[in-house]
């Protein structure tokens, strides 16, 4: 069973460290007497603190080329153990992005030691700028932060930007101890493009599509962490930047975690393990670090007041006033006990021959988030719920093409095994979806290969007027009961009363990542799509506790109200007013046969 696990994870940044602190400086010049007033210089009474002088040093930013150990490597390999926590799930409602976003911002403004920030996407928008206000002041009051992001994915940020965040730290303040007693180490920004595409040596295919804000992570007690689906963009909140709902928003979910006092398995703490992984991306070899360069601090003066003003102003808007006025409230209710698994892809950023070599990758990795979902399957459950915008079942082969992994097979066989289990999914539909080209896999690959047989499939493949307007299958007795089946539900959102049809409703776009058992789940950042399972460094959390099942059990069925049934007579109604349309969308749908044929043959699926 997946979540029978233990062992050492802290060992990597020990490891890390004893290589980098020959070549780090990471002790403040002494102040002359009398000069404790010119900058950088620690207050009167300020003290030497050797916890906060571990934490300095092993924060402390060091090239991947000059370490002695390859971080991905022994993320990889590490036995992360199971520690017992506070949870708390963020679902997929209006309401639900706009405190997710509050939540971003309200975790930041609480953190007294230290933030960590990771994000696929990063965007100059009002929600990020908002985020780097909440960054500069927290620097400033004498946090130490670091920030991530992905050179790919966050390419239209302007590394000025982060730049401008840089130089906040001129006007750091000094980092406290547990005690609250300030110390001599000033606070620092440290940021970091996760494998920048500037460098000769990066491959611009494997991206960081990590998601995560962690604060005070040394520090039991005061520990938050904040993963899922949702990246740094307003268009992941559900608002304009005047207040107004937004009408395209992402439909999304995280987990929000917190670490009690006491909690401690094999010597660690929750915030230790997910600061470490943090410290595994942030010391890949293939990052770069921003410098300020010789711009000082009024070269970026415009930039940050920028941060407070866009900060400021999403806190006023009445739609977001109501969520920061009660975050402390959030902050410490509705949690509900749980054990933590922290799960994590990071190795698909060094794998070689990844689509060849796909299985003996995973087994190499025993904390990959699709492994460990493998073993979740095979445990007994009397339902499965899988969330996601993207998903895939992989098909894998050998260089002779030989399967050797087939997952619709392994699915159906493990039903046949289960009689008195069922499995339903949520995933997108032409409507919904963002990604032609993967909402060609799904429904052209993925539900035929769950959902049909041999015959039905070989028809559905066929042009639209063989198929999908052909009522000899698709009003047939055996296409009726192959997709209705009473143990295997596909369900895509969208339905026709969309505005897009006429309609008063937006049902914006699926972005939710995440799979429940009866007891256990996973929320996380992986599509379960190949770009997640074979390219990307992935996160998230598994968690065993029956009453977050309970709250993500609530969400799946707001999802499953917002969706039609693969292959029913509405899903198909759907899809053919979508072809008589104009634009992308309609386009999308009508060659939707056509795009799925060119991913199959030209292995072009594999970069979805």
Request: net charge negative; with cysteine; proline share 3%.
């Amino acid at each position: 069973m997946f979540w029978k696990r233990c062992g050492l994870f802290g060992v990597i940044v020990s490891t890390l460290v004893a290589s980098a602190c020959v070549t780090t400086t990471v002790t403040p010049e002494d102040c002359p007497a009398g000069t404790q007033k010119l900058a950088g210089c620690p207050p009167i009474g300020a003290i030497r603190d050797s916890d906060i002088q571990n934490l300095y040093v092993e924060r402390a930013w060091e090239h991947g080329d000059e370490l002695t150990d390859n971080s991905i490597i022994l993320g990889r390999d590490a036995e992360i153990p199971i520690v017992g926590g506070l949870a708390k799930f963020i679902g997929s409602t209006d309401e639900g992005g706009l405190t997710a976003l509050a939540t971003r911002i309200g975790m930041i403004e609480r953190a007294e030691h230290t933030v960590d920030v990771t994000y696929y996407i990063f965007r100059s928008d009002m929600a990020g700028l908002a985020v780097l206000g909440a960054l500069c002041d927290a620097v400033q009051r004498g946090v130490d932060v670091r920030i991530m992001v992905d050179s790919m994915g966050s390419s239209t940020l302007k590394k000025d930007y982060l730049r401008a965040l840089q130089s906040c730290a001129l006007e750091a303040g000094f980092v406290r101890n547990a005690n609250g007693e300030m110390t001599v180490h000033k606070a620092r920004v440290q940021a970091v493009v996760f494998n920048a595409s500037s460098k000769v040596s990066s491959n611009v295919n494997r991206r960081s599509h990590d998601k995560l804000i962690a604060i005070d992570t040394r520090f039991p007690g005061k520990v938050y962490a904040i993963t899922g689906g949702r990246n740094v963009s307003l268009d992941y909140y559900g608002t304009l930047e005047d207040g107004s709902p937004n009408p395209h928003t992402y439909r999304d979910s995280d987990i929000l975690v917190r670490a009690p006092a006491d909690a401690r398995h094999n010597g660690m703490t929750l915030g230790e393990i997910i600061e470490t992984y943090y410290s595994v991306l942030f010391y890949f070899d293939k990052n770069k670090r921003l410098e300020m360069g010789r711009n000082r601090a009024d070269a970026y003066r415009e930039q940050r007041d920028g941060f407070r003003d866009s900060l400021a102003t999403l806190k006023s808007l009445p739609n977001m006033r109501e969520r920061f006025d009660s975050i402390d409230e959030f902050m410490s209710q509705g949690f509900h006990e749980a054990d933590l698994l922290l799960a994590h892809d990071a190795a698909n950023v060094i794998n070689k021959n990844v689509v060849t070599k796909a299985a003996e990758n995973l087994a190499q990795n025993p904390n990959s988030i699709t492994g460990i979902l493998g073993r979740l399957r095979d445990s007994d459950h009397d339902l499965i719920r899988i969330v996601s915008p993207y998903l895939f079942v992989a098909r894998y082969t050998d260089k002779d093409g030989k399967v050797i992994v087939d997952e619709a097979a392994d699915i159906l066989d493990w039903l046949e095994r289960n009689p008195d289990s069922r499995i339903e999914i949520v995933t997108n539909s032409v409507l919904t979806s963002d990604n032609f080209f993967t909402q060609s896999v799904i429904d052209m690959d993925l539900a035929p290969r769950l959902l049909l047989s041999a015959d039905l499939r070989a028809q559905w493949a066929k042009r639209v007027e063989e198929s999908e307007l052909n009522p000899d299958l698709v009003e047939s007795d055996e296409w009726l009961e192959a997709v209705n089946h009473p143990r295997l539900a596909i369900y895509e959102t969208g339905k026709m009363d969309d505005v897009m049809f006429g309609g008063d409703y937006h049902h914006g776009k699926l972005h939710a990542k995440y799979v429940i058992g009866d007891d256990v789940g996973y929320v996380g950042t992986s599509n379960l799509d190949y770009r997640s399972r074979l390219f990307n460094s992935e996160m998230g959390f598994f968690f065993r506790s029956e009453e977050l099942v309970k709250d993500l059990a609530e969400n799946t069925d707001y999802l499953i109200g917002l969706s039609y049934r693969w292959g029913s007579p509405e899903w198909l109604e759907m899809r053919q007013r979508m072809r008589e349309m104009e634009g992308l969308k309609a386009s999308a749908v009508r060659d939707q046969r056509g795009d799925f044929k060119t991913l199959d043959k030209t292995g072009l699926i594999w970069w979805f």
